[in-house]
């Protein structure tokens, strides 16, 4: 295998790399895309029954619950929301990442070219493994 041939081997890789981790984000993302969207819903289905407890004058204490569930379940949605944003985020910086490692193996002049390109988005994808996600450290 000559040097040109394992530079675009490495591209490759990389690109194998950046595909599975996009894959891993995507599921993770479509999970929380699924709860946020059940947690709008359940929510004003919710608060729909604490007002119609109300409206029934139920016991206060059944009323009182219920509306406690739907502010609990309104408190979460933000954070589901900001888990399923930065794994969009996440899986669209994989998807560039694989494109462009992809385009690097097709199109990239020479062994020096495609080895710049290896490098930085080696780098780019060990950055985005290393980034803490919402609610991890600063920093």
């Known amino acids: 295998m000559s040097n040109d041939d ?10 194998e790399t950046a595909h599975a981790s996009q894959r891993y984000a995507e599921k993770k993302r479509n999970f929380y895309e699924r709860i946020d969207r059940y947690l709008v819903w359940s929510s004003g289905v919710i608060a729909g029954a604490a007002g119609f407890s109300a409206i029934a004058e139920a016991p ?18 933000p954070k ?5 944003t930065y794994n969009a985020h996440t899986y669209a910086d994989y998807k560039r990442i694989a494109f462009e490692a992809e385009q690097a193996a097709k199109n990239d002049p020479d062994r020096t070219a495609r080895l ?5 988005l080696h780098e780019r ?3 985005l493994d290393k980034e803490p996600g919402p609610g991890g450290p600063e920093g």
């Not at 394992?6 to 690109?15: G, Y």
């Not at 589901?80 to 399923?84: D, G, L, P, S």
């Open 125 to 127: 994808l060990l950055d």
């Open 80 to 84: 589901i929301r900001e888990i399923r």
């Open 6 to 15: 394992e530079s675009v081997a490495d591209l490759r890789k990389l690109q």
């Open 60 to 77: 206060s204490g059944l009323t009182a619950g219920v509306a406690f569930v739907s502010a609990a379940t309104s408190f979460l949605a």
């Open 116 to 120: 710049k390109s290896l490098y930085g």
